[in-house]
């Protein structure tokens, strides 16, 4: 299983990014796969999860309304749509799923088991 986060960068308050997680080992078509934040000093956090069987979505309070988790079947990706940034969103992104989890809201407030490298998210002026 292989995860290959992407797409982060520097960007003002305000601002879009969007972000992909490419997937090798497995096809999005049954596990819960989503992005979970870590800021400086703090816990790794679920903010965006899927669940690839169904698309239901579970999003945190945090970036509810403002954040966007889909994915593309024949791209096997995973994005992240991420709009109206705030400095509060800074983090290193992680793409993360468990194989043996379908549900998002699970997944989400649990962790997952397979990781990949994060992206680097900055939102500042």
């Known amino acids: 299983v292989q995860l290959q986060a992407s797409g982060g960068g520097l960007v003002q308050p305000g601002g879009y990014l969007r972000l992909s997680c490419a997937v090798t080992?497995?096809?999005?078509?049954?596990?819960?796969i989503g992005w979970f934040r870590q800021a400086p000093g703090k816990e790794r956090e679920g903010v965006s999860c899927?669940?690839?069987?169904?698309?239901?979505?579970h999003y945190s309070d945090s970036v509810k309304g403002r954040f966007t988790v889909s994915r593309d079947a024949a791209k096997n990706t995973v994005y992240l749509q991420m709009t109206d940034l705030r400095p509060e969103d800074t983090g290193v992104y992680y793409c993360?799923?468990?194989?043996?989890?379908?549900?998002?809201?699970?997944?989400?407030?649990?962790?997952?088991?397979?990781w990949g490298h994060g992206t680097q998210v900055t939102v500042s002026s």
């Open positions: 080992g497995f096809t999005l078509n049954r596990p819960a």
């Open positions: 993360g799923a468990d194989l043996g989890q379908s549900s998002s809201y699970v997944l989400c407030n649990r962790r997952a088991k397979d």
């Open positions: 899927l669940s690839t069987n169904n698309d239901i979505t």
